[in-house]
């Protein structure tokens, strides 16, 4: 709104404010209003508009494509803001591009997914954007099979950057999650859903939170029966996680390095465990969580 206020000759301002909006209403859920910004941001796209409305615009639209699983809608999105990215001296759309391997790794189209994981790395070079770095060797880990993806998503987080860009650590995780699924390992998978929603959690990702819900109730993705007190069970997936944790002795600063989140949030966190299961310290969250 400033932009627009401040700056209203500029239409490339304004185009923004709406592509913003836009990427805004998805981020929230609300794919009605999201359309109704798409159509706002339309009149500043085009031929006679900056080029990078058109681009971000589509980008934003083909990664939430595919956070709903909509991978056609996704990848012609993709596809064209690229397109449009390809003459940007500066490579603002490699975000996108990331989102163009996966989709097209989904698609199980892998030779296009190679040659766009090719244009990534070649566009990258030389820029040391941890968050870059982190969309690179995510795309990197997607494109490779059975146990050599497993070892490169290994390798891209237990990278350790403090300007690691938190949202692209969720959703390496998240792909993590999905192929330790695919590869049968039904427990793992499901600890890594969880790890990844505390992160989407942390960051106020709600589209993001509401797809590992969704993965969470695949029956394909079990969870594991009760252990220990019964009363466990009034805590939340994400919180049984972060109580067996302290139970294991582990403290809150090795927590928060885990699950890659601040000390404070799991300070949070763990005042609300101990406030739903009526304990007033770890020593007493751990004999509750060992006993039947």
Known sequence: DDLELFEPEFKYHRGLRHVFRVW?????????????????AQRFAGAESHPAITAQLAAWQGHFALLRGDLAESLAQLSRAAEIGTG????TLLRCDADLVEVLVRLG???EATQALLSLESRSV????????????????????????????????????????????????LCYAERLKALGRLRDARDGL???????????????????????LDER???????????????ADHERVL???VARGMRNKEIASTLFVSVRTVEVRLTAIYRKLGVESRAQLTALAASK
């Open 24 to 40: 805004r209403a998805h981020a929230l859920g609300d794919e009605t209003l999201a359309q109704s910004y798409a159509a706002e």
């Open 221 to 235: 993705v079990e969870a594991p029966g009760p252990q220990g007190n019964p009363a466990m069970l009034l805590l």
């Open 109 to 111: 189209r892998h030779r």
């Open 243 to 245: 109580a067996r944790m």
């Open 126 to 173: 030389g820029l040391r954007s941890p968050w870059l770095m982190m969309a690179v060797a995510r795309s990197r880990a997607i494109l490779a099979d059975g146990e050599q993806s497993l070892q490169l998503f290994g390798q891209a987080l237990d990278s350790r950057n403090s300007r690691d860009s938190l949202l692209e650590r969720a959703r390496t995780m």
């Open 88 to 91: 940007f001296t500066n490579p």
């Open 194 to 216: 969880l790890r990844a929603k505390v992160m989407f959690d942390e960051v106020g990702a709600n589209a993001w939170i509401q797809h590992v819900d969704a993965l969470l």
